[in-house]
């Protein structure tokens, strides 16, 4: 009988060994299952903005079978837009989806993990922030607030704006009232302009009102939808002020820190998709959308000249000026991101833009 029983128990230790040798979970390793709050700066079903961060909270549930379960708020229904990051890093929510340049009140440094002047595209924010230092300099800066930060998203190459006059030097730019966050706002501030800080949902009926004369928003696609062009015709490009829009998905530290290393790698992967996912998205939407906008709507559109840009990048220099000079960590920043802008740029230079510029010209594009 004895030997029996221990044929029998080690037949199912055998089986339990195998089961975990194959990597098959048994019913009594069944993990926890984790709840996310998650609040944006994004009106709810907001084109690109507002859907990639719905579609990047859908793909943690379906990655995870269900067991990552992610309670949406977009901007208005927990807390307003811009108090989102104070929300997650006091621990009232869990995670945001947001520009993190609205937090350079903060620290100018926040600027750098969206979009500065004269800073990096799409490709480029993508080395710098994977292998270029970026991503540890995000979690030196979002530490010492209690985020973790990761890449969640990019709109790619920004319009200048939408203005109620034609600009064609850089004394049409003082004193007007435009909306434009970020470091793009400072720049516009030392060229005389007014910078006003609003959340998308609010830009439409201040531009009607004539609260402000100008706004920046996204491009065409996002643009069109906002239907900016009932109250400004003239659309400006390319703009300075953001280069390669990346947006962040930032949560709270101390619950990042609870996670298990396999949960930490489903939520980094699906921000990691969604950034691939959102950038294809305004790709092949913005170029539709701008033909309608002239077409349709008879938008004017106005490429700003040389002397405008040359302006644009003085005061950017200026500003620059005095980001470095308000932390060692902010300089720190800077300093990568100018080495990134000089390495990854003139492969660019060498590369894509040599390229288009060809491809077009024999194309007659």
């Given amino acids: 009988m004895k030997r029996r029983k221990f044929i029998k128990t080690a037949g199912i230790a055998s089986a339990g060994s195998a089961l975990a040798a194959t990597g098959l979970a048994t019913p009594a390793i069944a993990k926890d299952r984790v709840e996310i709050a998650m609040v944006a700066t994004w009106p709810r079903d907001f084109p690109g903005l507002g859907t990639g961060a719905q579609r990047m909270a859908k793909r943690i549930a379906d990655m995870s079978d269900g067991r990552i379960q992610i309670e949406y708020f977009a901007a208005g229904e927990r807390v307003g837009a811009f108090d989102s990051f104070d929300e997650v890093a006091s621990g009232n929510a869990q995670a945001y989806h947001a520009a993190d340049y609205y937090w350079k009140g903060k620290h100018p440094g926040w600027a750098y993990f969206t979009s500065v002047p004269f800073g990096l595209t799409y490709t480029e924010m993508n080395a710098w922030i994977r292998f270029g230092g970026g991503q540890q300099l995000w979690d030196e800066l979002a530490g010492s607030f209690g985020i973790k930060a990761v890449m969640a998203g990019s709109t790619g190459v920004q319009m200048g704006g939408w203005f109620n006059k034609?600009?064609?030097?850089?004394?049409?730019?003082?004193?007007?009232?435009?909306?434009?966050?970020?470091?793009?706002?400072?720049?516009?501030?030392?060229?005389?302009?007014?910078?006003?800080?609003?959340?998308?949902?609010?830009?439409?009926?201040?531009?009607?009102?004539?609260?402000?004369?100008?706004?920046?928003?996204?491009?065409?696609?996002?643009?069109?939808?906002?239907?900016?062009?009932?109250?400004?015709?003239?659309?400006?490009?390319?703009?300075?002020?953001?280069?390669?829009?990346?947006?962040?998905?930032?949560?709270?530290?101390?619950?990042?820190?609870?996670?298990?290393?396999?949960?930490?790698?489903?939520?980094?992967?699906?921000?990691?998709?969604?950034?691939?996912?959102?950038?294809?998205?305004?790709?092949?939407?913005?170029?539709?959308?701008?033909?309608?906008?002239?077409?349709?709507?008879?938008?004017?559109?106005?490429?700003?000249?040389?002397?405008?840009?040359?302006?644009?990048?003085?005061?950017a220099n200026e500003v620059f000026e005095e980001v470095r000079a308000h932390s060692p960590l902010a300089n720190k920043i800077h300093e990568s991101f100018i080495k990134s802008r000089s390495e990854v740029g003139a492969w660019a230079n060498i590369a894509d833009v040599a390229y288009l510029r060809q491809r077009n010209r024999v194309l007659g594009l």
């Fill in 166 to 315: 034609e600009i064609n030097s850089a004394d049409d730019l003082k004193g007007l009232k435009m909306r434009i966050p970020g470091l793009g706002g400072d720049v516009m501030a030392k060229l005389g302009a007014s910078p006003v800080s609003l959340p998308g949902g609010q830009i439409y009926e201040n531009l009607v009102s004539g609260a402000i004369d100008a706004t920046e928003w996204v491009g065409p696609w996002n643009d069109g939808f906002m239907k900016f062009y009932e109250a400004a015709k003239y659309y400006y490009f390319p703009g300075m002020h953001e280069p390669g829009s990346m947006l962040s998905f930032g949560m709270n530290a101390s619950f990042w820190s609870k996670l298990s290393k396999n949960d930490q790698t489903i939520l980094e992967s699906a921000a990691s998709m969604e950034n691939d996912v959102m950038m294809s998205e305004y790709n092949a939407k913005n170029g539709a959308a701008l033909a309608s906008l002239i077409k349709d709507q008879g938008v004017q559109l106005r490429e700003f000249n040389d002397e405008i840009y040359d302006s644009f990048g003085t005061a």
